[in-house]
């Protein structure tokens, strides 16, 4: 499931991926992000829990300097103002995440900031609400169709890569730790 929702991620072509872990068909699910950390993160590779209420668990896998140099392009930092989140480094806007999520019993529109969509398509989904999008696929899609098109077939093609190799016997470590 991690490798289904997360695998452009955990590939690095992508700066971070989010998936909700069911806590009945994964009771181990804790211990495993544990030790999903403690093989990745020497490689820049962290495995983040933003939520864990109920039966569910809401996970943010990141490439955190991947991820912290989307956060501070220029134009993404601005809607990152607009919507509230601290200056500063990728812990503490983790944290404000963490907090919204919590507050917003959902989650945050500007999430997608953290996913790496297109500060335009986070700006008109927060618009139209969800509505009147040109494309809709790993996100809905406001601005440039084309470009998001080419990124959903690599995203595409890079899941079905990595869900192969597991399929074939490897393991995330495996994959991903010497990546």
């Known amino acids: 499931m991690i490798a289904r929702h997360c695998a452009p991620a955990l590939a690095g072509i992508k700066a971070a991926g989010l998936v909700s872990c069911c806590r009945k068909k994964h009771p181990d699910i804790e211990k495993r992000i544990s030790q999903w950390n403690a093989q990745m993160n020497q490689k820049g590779i962290f495995f983040e829990k933003l939520s864990g209420r109920d039966c569910r668990i809401l996970l943010l896998v990141y490439r955190k300097k991947s991820l912290e140099e989307h956060l501070q392009r220029n134009d993404v930092n601005r809607l990152m103002d607009e919507t509230g989140y601290p200056q500063g480094g990728i812990d503490a806007r983790i944290a404000h995440l963490k907090k919204r999520i919590c507050e917003a019993q959902g989650f945050p529109h500007e999430i997608g900031l953290f996913l790496g969509y297109p500060p335009e398509d986070v700006e008109g989904f927060m618009e139209y609400g969800g ?38 016997g490897y393991t995330l470590g495996q994959l991903f730790a010497a990546a």
């Open 131 to 168: 509505r009147n999008y040109k494309l809709n696929g790993y996100w809905k899609v406001y601005s440039d169709e084309y470009r998001a098109r080419t990124l959903f077939e690599r995203y595409t093609k890079c899941r079905d890569a990595v869900c192969r190799r597991l399929m074939s």
